[in-house]
């Protein structure tokens, strides 16, 4: 049976003249320089007839394929040229991320008592410090690992089929609001103040993270079919949080028919409407509105639930983030409340899997940090050194942000290796490819490969960069690839490359997207079969 891809890696903005980058998972050459070696095997016909489709002739195909311990390459096509990478990136700014910080590091969100106590009441300020955590519990399961679907909710108006975790988004909240009560504290008579001064959101980094991030920075809108056609379809929307308000008027129509759900918002983003049809006896569909004021929203919802705590705040809790009256420190301020996140390899693993945009960008700032910088930009000089260290020719990678989505971005199959075989030869190596998506099993390739011989031996980041040919009336594929290893027999693996640059599809139709999602697929598929029967 052929894999067939989910791209839920891409935000398929068919329409449009802005192309979308999206994450998908690169791997190739090693530390090593490729050995001299002789003439590669014959490429398995299977692959040959992909690369010559006709829907291909104006593209480009790379290929490459290395044993990471000899440095023996066994395929090789382009080895040495640039390629959009989309979501491939995401190896090198989680690689370096995980490096820089540790794959044990815990973000530990404070809660500081700013003024003095009298009894039960402070008289003062509550000041929540943001940390760069990218779930604040919202996804933390009760082992302390993290939760993550097939097709994650930050994609959910651009791909079909997203869904959500079942953890509830402020989870975090709830816990640092119940420590503040039994810290002895029942009334604020003063302020809940959020303080963002990590670091400075970046507008060049898209999306643009902040440190304080609930739920992604969204709010979650499903909508559930009614009865029969014509009734009015059920929604449920979460976080709920003051001042926002969701309300819908979608219809239900004739089992069978495509839902068509639109969303719109105020200025602001607290008032949120959804419009359109969704189909009887069809599955819930999820849409997501973005949160415009991180800050605010984050200073609501911890007054909101220190008042589910049982704890008093004499401020209004609809308003903006009063961060002038944050002190210039917390030197002798208690802190009366601690949220500590699960391991930054647990976030890497969300990352990889869902290609999750927001966290690969959150990894640069997250860099930046360590330099005592505030300045997101200033994250990319403590990748480079990464880089150099971990023997990647980072002249062979071009990146402007974390995630692979700017139009900057490009690398060699080779330097995708090279970060690749360094994580081979580190402690944390089976860590770190089992945080990449696994060909029929979950992530991006959860549904490809059910039953062929490569389940479960190919591990791969997937990546995607697409954009609306208004000219033609189709989709300009500027990327699909996919990198990582190939298991060639237990416990041994090969690092690959496989992906094709400048396709498109044969209309505006998203399936032709995800066709040539399927043939890259394939070809990974193939690659491992052969290496394999090699062994």
């Given at each position: ?16 003249t802005v192309g979308v980058l999206l994450a998908v998972g690169v791997v190739i050459t090693g530390l090593v320089q490729a050995a001299p ?68 590091h815990r973000f530990v969100t404070p809660v500081y008592a700013v003024g003095q106590r009298r009894g039960a009441t402070l008289r003062g ?411």
């Amino acid at each position: 049976m052929s894999p067939s891809v989910p791209r839920r890696t891409a935000r398929r903005r068919i329409a449009g003249t802005v192309g979308v980058l999206l994450a998908v998972g690169v791997v190739i050459t090693g530390l090593v320089q490729a050995a001299p070696s002789s003439a590669p095997p014959t490429l398995d016909p299977r692959i040959t007839s992909i690369l010559r489709k006709p829907e291909y002739r104006h593209a480009q195909w790379g290929l490459f394929q290395q044993n990471p311990e000899t440095g023996k390459v066994t395929q090789s096509r382009y080895a040495d040229q640039f390629f959009i990478p989309g979501s491939t990136a995401k190896l090198f700014s989680v690689s370096g991320t995980w490096h820089t910080l540790g794959g044990g590091h815990r973000f530990v969100t404070p809660v500081y008592a700013v003024g003095q106590r009298r009894g039960a009441t402070l008289r003062g300020d509550l000041d929540l410090v943001a940390q760069g955590d990218l779930t604040l519990g919202g996804r933390t399961r009760k082992d302390g690992t993290v939760a993550y679907t097939a097709i994650d909710h930050t994609y959910a108006n651009d791909v079909p089929g997203a869904t959500l975790t079942p953890q509830d988004p402020l989870a975090g909240l709830h816990q640092l609001a119940q420590q503040v009560r039994k810290s002895g504290i029942r009334r604020v008579d003063g302020d809940v103040v959020l303080d963002a001064r990590l670091f400075r959101p970046d507008p060049a980094l898209v999306p643009s993270p902040t440190p304080l991030i609930i739920n992604d920075n969204l709010i979650d809108l499903l909508t559930s079919p009614g009865a029969r056609a014509g009734a009015p379809a059920g929604l449920q929307w979460r976080p709920k949080v003051a001042p926002y308000h969701v309300t819908s008027s979608v219809r239900t129509v004739a089992a069978g028919k495509p839902a068509d759900i639109t969303v719109s918002s105020s200025a602001d983003g607290t008032h949120i409407r959804l419009t359109g049809t969704i189909a009887a006896g069809s599955a819930p569909v999820l849409r997501v509105s973005a949160v415009k004021d991180p800050n605010a929203f984050g200073r609501t919802a911890m007054i909101e639930a220190l008042k589910r705590a049982g704890v008093e705040v004499r401020a209004k809790a609809i308003g903006p983030n009063p961060s002038g009256q944050l002190p210039k420190s917390y030197q002798g301020a208690p802190a009366v409340a601690r949220y500590t996140s699960p391991t930054y390899a647990q976030y890497a693993k969300l990352i990889l899997k869902v290609s999750h945009n927001l966290g690969a960008n959150l990894g640069i700032c997250l860099m930046a940090t360590t330099t005592g910088s505030t300045n997101c930009e200033d994250g990319f000089p403590v990748l480079a050194r990464f880089l150099e260290q971990a023997r990647v020719d980072r002249k062979a990678v071009q990146l402007a942000d974390g995630r692979g989505g700017n139009p900057a971005d490009r690398t060699t199959p080779r330097a995708l290796a090279q970060i690749l075989t360094y994580w081979q030869h580190t402690p944390d190596a089976l860590r770190f490819r089992m945080s990449l998506p696994i060909l029929g099993v979950d992530g991006t390739l959860a549904d490809s490969c059910h039953s062929c011989p490569s389940r479960g031996k190919v591990f791969a980041k997937t990546g995607t960069a697409a954009g609306g040919d208004t000219l033609n009336d189709r989709v300009a594929v500027g990327a699909e690839t996919a990198a990582g290893y190939l298991e060639t027999r237990p416990g041994r693996f090969e690092v690959f490359f496989t992906g094709v640059n400048g396709a498109s599809t044969p209309d505006a139709d998203i399936n032709g997207v995800l066709a040539i999602g399927n043939d890259v697929a394939d070809v990974a598929a193939r690659l491992q079969q052969q290496a394999s029967a090699r062994h």
